[in-house]
């Protein structure tokens, strides 16, 4: 499909949920041999094994209250945002939370509350969370939003809601800039899509909370861009190990330590990988190698497969995987209303 095109809205969508479902496997493992990922992997095919259905947790929980929302109020609400956040986690409260998180559903969950934001500035001593949770959740914004400056603008918004520490919610505008940029065919380029992140990000990450967040954490002064700094520069080596993507990029639970990571795995397998499978396309490599690094291997595959999806489209992904997860064949029909609204604004 063309820039902007359907199919791109569905692989992005569905492809963020596949990565959430397939990646819990791991969530959490320090070491996951590739042999470990591709046999999970192929018995999703296998369907003499009855396997069931993937479940999704967070991130897909989140992402579905953020699509909810901004196709309901027909743009961004943060009161109508931060209501359907506290009541997804009042329904369904064993999903994988981050610990810290959870206190901030709960609060949002008041009807007293007047300030939706309050909660999360009081996370972690007034400081805000740096976890990815805001960033697993933004691809949707990108969907919504054809012009790259309301992008930014409701990512940071939207994830302002429970992460009110730039590492946090730049995170998030780091990962929906990379899935507007992917809609627009952006990735048919590598070495110009990840200067133009660069770009980008530099005036995200210029003003004084950044530059104040980073000192106080002991951080490069842009951390963000010190890190898509070094995915180009991971880009450019012939021959890179797990363990050196790992140690130089991070599988953590921070969105400094997750979003680039996810935006490499994406680049990385653009081209056939002598550790992949031969017959897998660019988007089945792209989930397979973000769960063969470990750590956050839901929230990274969601992120990178959101990315994957809005390059690949929807036809790339195999129907067994979408049939295994849960979740999936209403985000494909999200996928749909969004492009309508996308194309409306
Ligand atoms: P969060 O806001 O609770 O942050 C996650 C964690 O990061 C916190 O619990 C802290 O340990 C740490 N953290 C964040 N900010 C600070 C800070 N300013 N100072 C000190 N520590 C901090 O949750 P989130 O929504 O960002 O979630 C991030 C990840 O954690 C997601 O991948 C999510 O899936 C979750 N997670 C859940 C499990 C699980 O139990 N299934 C396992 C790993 C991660
Ligand atoms: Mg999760
Ligand atoms: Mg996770």
Not at 210 to 219: G, Q, S, V, Y
Not at 239 to 250: A, M, P, R, T, Y
Not at 271 to 299: F, H, K, M, V, W
Request: hydrophobic content about 40%; proline content about 4%.
């Amino acid at each position: 499909g063309g820039p902007a095109s359907l199919f791109r809205f569905r692989g992005a969508l569905v492809a963020a949920v596949l990565g959430d479902c397939v990646g819990g496997e791991f969530e959490g493992a320090e070491e996951v041999p590739m042999e470990s990922v591709l046999q999970h992997l192929s018995s999703l095919d296998d369907d003499t094994k009855g396997n069931g259905i993937l479940e999704y947790s967070d991130d897909t929980a989140m992402a579905r209250c953020v699509v909810q929302s901004l196709l309901t109020r027909a743009g961004f609400d943060e009161r109508d945002m931060a209501r359907r956040f506290a009541k997804e986690y009042s329904a369904s409260p064993g999903r994988g939370y981050g610990s810290g998180v959870i206190q901030v559903l709960k609060k949002l969950s008041s009807p007293q509350l007047n300030d939706v934001y309050q909660p999360a500035r009081d996370q972690f001593n007034g400081r805000g969370s740096f976890g990815n949770g805001g960033a697993m959740r933004a691809a949707p914004f990108a969907l919504a939003f054809p012009d790259p400056a309301d992008v930014k603008k409701f990512a940071h918004r939207g994830a302002m809601l429970t992460h009110s520490c730039s590492l946090g919610y730049n995170g998030a505008v780091l990962q929906a800039l990379a899935v507007h940029l992917s809609l627009q065919g952006a990735l048919d380029l590598p070495l110009k899509f990840i200067s133009t992140l660069i770009t980008q990000m530099e005036d995200v990450e210029s003003d004084e909370a950044t530059l104040n967040d980073a000192r106080i954490l002991k951080e490069a002064e842009k951390p963000f861009c010190e890190r898509l700094h070094r995915v180009s520069d991971l880009m450019h080596r012939s021959k890179v190990s797990i363990e050196e993507v790992i140690s130089e990029l991070g599988n953590g639970i921070a969105a400094l330590h997750s979003v680039p990571t996810a935006i490499f795995c994406v680049l990385h397998c653009l081209q056939p990988r002598e550790c992949l499978p031969e017959n897998y396309g660019g988007l089945e490599r792209t989930i397979a190698y973000s769960l063969a690094l470990g750590g956050d291997t839901d929230t990274i595959a969601c992120m990178a497969g959101a990315i994957a999806g809005a390059h690949y489209g929807i036809e790339a992904i195999p129907q067994s995987w979408i049939k295994c997860c849960e979740g999936a064949e209403d985000a494909d029909m999200n996928a749909e209303r969004l492009h309508m609204l996308y194309q409306q604004t």
